[in-house]
């Protein structure tokens, strides 16, 4: 436990806080940007260089502008009057609460059987290259008709329709 | 408390936040960002298990993380397109407001 994983662990906190508390919707989704930052900075912090620029690319590029395209196209930066937070708000603060103390107790009881800090694995992107085309080549595959059929599917959605009332 | 340890209070932490903004927010869009906070913390799990297990030379966590990552970029993508298409039938994107499956 060293410097920079506290500060890169307090920077994701943050962000994650600020995008669940601000009230308007942009600064929300800014807040998320920097805890998704926050977060590949942790995973360059665990070695792992590949998923932490994969993070970068796909979150920060990608689903951060995804959701500011939403927000912007549904108007959803304007500040309900009633409040940003549902009626049941407590109920569900007790039940993160809850999740988060079962969670923190299991990881505290298992303290002493999670092992110490072992040697840095030494891997190369041409490893997890070669990985992907051989031992995880049908995952892949798989992930690849689903992020087609699941966009084709996401255009076809939100598209206007023509015919009907709607517009 | 071992680095290990500390990730994964990280984590927990940050799934905590995330369930705790999907189950208050009343805007459509910021539970979906809660559930992609929940999605990432996962990630920060099978990440860090990866880089302290005893095998992280057969790639195994790191590999499930990537793939979570691309799924995850399949259910926002998804997510908003359904928020934008509700947006349009109902004119609003409040949950509290939502309660007719009828369009």
């Known amino acids: ?167 | 408390m071992t680095t290990l340890a500390g990730f994964l209070l990280v984590a927990a932490l940050l799934f905590s936040i995330g369930l705790a903004g999907a189950l208050t927010r009343r805007n459509a869009i910021l539970v979906l960002i809660g559930i992609e906070l929940m999605l990432n913390a996962a990630n920060l799990n099978l990440i860090a298990f990866w880089r302290y297990g005893p095998h992280p030379e057969a790639l195994t966590g790191m590999m499930f993380a990537i793939f979570s990552i691309a799924v995850a970029a399949a259910e926002a993508a998804v997510g908003l397109g359904l928020v934008i298409s509700i947006h349009r039938h109902a004119h609003t994107t409040d949950l509290d407001l939502m309660n007719r499956m009828k369009g």
Request: hydrophobic share 65%; glycine share 8%.
């Open chain 1, 1 to 167: 436990m060293n410097l920079v994983f506290y500060l890169l662990a307090a920077l994701t906190m943050a962000g994650g806080l600020a995008a669940m508390l601000l009230k308007n919707t942009v600064h929300c989704a800014l807040a998320l940007t920097v805890a998704f930052a926050g977060l590949a900075m942790l995973y360059l912090d665990l070695d792992a260089q590949f998923a932490g620029f994969a993070q970068l690319l796909i979150y920060v590029g990608a689903v951060a502008i995804l959701v500011v395209f939403a927000i912007l196209l549904t108007k959803g930066s304007e500040t309900p009057k009633d409040g940003v937070f549902s009626r049941t708000w407590l109920a569900g603060l007790a039940v993160a609460a809850a999740v988060f103390a079962v969670l923190a107790w299991s990881i505290l009881q298992s303290v002493s059987r999670l092992s110490q800090a072992a040697q840095a694995p030494t891997v190369t992107v041409q490893q997890i290259g070669m990985a992907l085309i051989s031992r995880y080549v049908l995952p892949l595959e798989i992930v690849a008709v689903l992020l087609t059929v699941a966009l084709i599917g996401a255009v076809i959605v939100a598209m206007h329709e023509k015919e009907g009332g709607a517009q």
